[in-house]
């Protein structure tokens, strides 16, 4: 029995082996990952993203449980990303202290990945693990990523529904939410509700959503007129979603079943305006142009030694050769 | 003589013939820019971004009559950018019209370029059309770009300081400026002023920058402890830059000289902080990663018919075969 084979039957130590090698990018997981895609395209992919302190894996920790004691038939899944840390300890930590959160319950799996090499990398080995979860029988998955930056937009891409949190009162250690995320959020979670400033903080959040959501603007990408629009807003039809702000406090488990209803709501919007075909090719899409993109670097890198590209930089700084001519001479295999 | 030879000496019709070779993307432009990238480096460069609508071609032509008045040795070139257009149609009436505005000033500099192919060709050409200005002695070279979306955000990377511009009253019609892009903003400006609604635009703006410039979070970045960020921020010393917002009234030429201000203590500040080394490094550092995909993706391009890539991805949405298959199979050139 292959890996892929056990996987597809539901054992929980093939599961966790066949992360490890996607992880690692082995010739093996590729295999299997080959191998399961075609049981893939079921599940619900949540992403969970936020400013560091936001209380984001108690919040995903919150919703398993209440998404399990909702569907006693529903496996759920938590991917966890730090694209910061080059280590996998503080990863593995991570999971020990939610695994007991969690203990005891077989529907629910757990799993940190923390970045080797490039963003493009951790993008493509995150959509090969969210695959193998995807084709294992979770039929919810949370993608939840450390911070609110650039490459966590890249990750929130892979999701069908994406959650960004927020809570009040972090003071001047909290990275402020990166304006950017707010247009791939679909449902916002003001979380620690309870203290001071929650009230403020959701004003910002409903401030900004004003800003990067004109209703009209959203029918008019979708080829609609401006009186279309306008009509369809007030209609408040199935082809528009406007994100809610939610507001929870996770450790108390208080909002957590309206959150669960508002992403049931997103879910259902998606499926009726088409949206979730349309998301599910766009994803896929983009999943092979960086992949193609990042397997003809890596087949690239292999063949030229790092120095030389090292030099190539240097010479360029010094405007000694143009970045064209460095990246002609490297790829020519010319000496510089 | 050679075409670099004659822009070298301020030939205007050898630049631009020569940003035309540039813009195709031929042998020869690709030659001449190998040959003047040595002498480039001196030039300031300024991204002029924001909502359509918000008047950025306008204010871009009362900046360089402006800079112009205020220094009569300085040449300013503007570059326009229309990621969206895959014609050269609209850009070139555009050229037109601001022609006859700059009309017989032989110091400025305008060029409209507008998209052909991808996203990263274009900001490649764009880069390599800023370098040929740079090394044909033009000391203030604005980048602006159509839209505010991820496309202008990558752009707007080429410059030294970022203006973001908005205008109040724009009504439905307007895209709202994409919040993402008040992460490069150096520079805000309240265009069209004299409108109603000026003052909520201006307070909308500067909420938005609180969240997304939260002040000690920039000294973190750069190394500093909490309470030296708080002293430098109460200091305001060189080491910081807070980014402004400047009310303007383009057509009228009104609040231009302060905006002018604005932009040379920013530019003051990143001499001063290091940051216009810092930029310099990293944007050519970015060319070249960005020359090195496109350059290999486009070897491939060559070598692989579109059609069995097209053929590809409906394999892959059909669930036939993974994404990392399919790319396998592309790059080794076996059937699919």
Redesign the interface.
């Known amino acids: 029995m292959t890996l892929a084979d056990a996987v597809l039957e539901g054992n929980r130590l093939a599961l966790a082996r066949l992360l490890t090698q996607v992880e690692n990018n082995t010739p093996e997981g590729?295999a299997a990952?080959?191998e399961?895609?075609?049981h893939?395209?079921k599940a619900h992919l949540l992403g969970v993203t936020g400013s560091p302190g936001s209380g984001k894996s108690s919040l995903a920790n919150q919703l398993a449980r209440h998404y399990r004691q909702q569907d006693a038939s529903l496996k759920v899944a938590i991917v966890a990303i730090d694209p910061s840390s080059p280590f996998t300890g503080g990863a593995i930590l991570g999971d020990r202290v939610r695994m007991r959160d969690l203990a005891g319950d077989s529907s629910v799996f757990i799993r940190s990945m923390a970045s080797r090499g490039s963003l493009g990398g951790l993008a493509a080995t995150t959509?090969?693990a969210v695959?193998v979860l995807d084709a294992a029988g979770y039929g919810l998955i949370m993608i939840e990523t450390v911070g609110a930056g650039q490459s966590e937009v890249e990750i929130a891409r892979l999701a069908h529904t994406t959650l960004v949190v927020e809570a009040p009162g972090l003071g001047?250690?909290?990275?402020?939410?990166?304006?950017?995320?707010?247009?791939i959020a679909d449902i916002l979670v003001v979380n620690k509700a309870d203290l001071p400033g929650a009230e403020l903080t959701e004003r910002?959040l409903l401030?900004?959503l004003?800003?990067?959501?004109?209703a009209?603007?959203v029918f008019y990408h979708h080829g609609f007129s401006?009186d279309e629009a306008?009509a369809i807003q007030e209609d408040g039809s199935d082809q528009l979603w406007l994100p809610p702000v939610q507001r929870c406090i996770a450790t108390e488990g208080v909002g957590i079943d309206e959150l669960i209803q508002a992403i049931q709501r997103h879910r259902d919007y998606l499926v009726n305006s088409g949206e979730w075909a349309r998301r599910?090719?766009s994803r896929?899409?983009s999943?092979?142009d960086l992949?193609?993109?990042e397997?003809?670097?890596a087949?690239?890198q292999e063949r030229v030694p790092e120095a030389r590209y090292r030099k190539?930089?240097q010479l360029?700084?010094q405007?000694?050769?143009?970045?064209?001519?460095?990246?002609?001479n490297?790829?020519d295999g010319d000496s510089l």
């Open positions: 590729r990952v080959n399961l895609f075609p893939t395209g959509a090969g695959q001047d250690d909290i990275q402020a939410i990166k304006a950017g995320i707010l247009e910002a401030g900004m004003q800003l990067a959501h004109p009209p603007h401006k306008i599910d090719r896929l899409q999943e092979l992949l193609l993109r397997t003809l670097l087949r690239w190539a930089v360029v700084i405007r000694q050769i143009s970045p064209l001519q460095a990246i002609q490297l790829i």
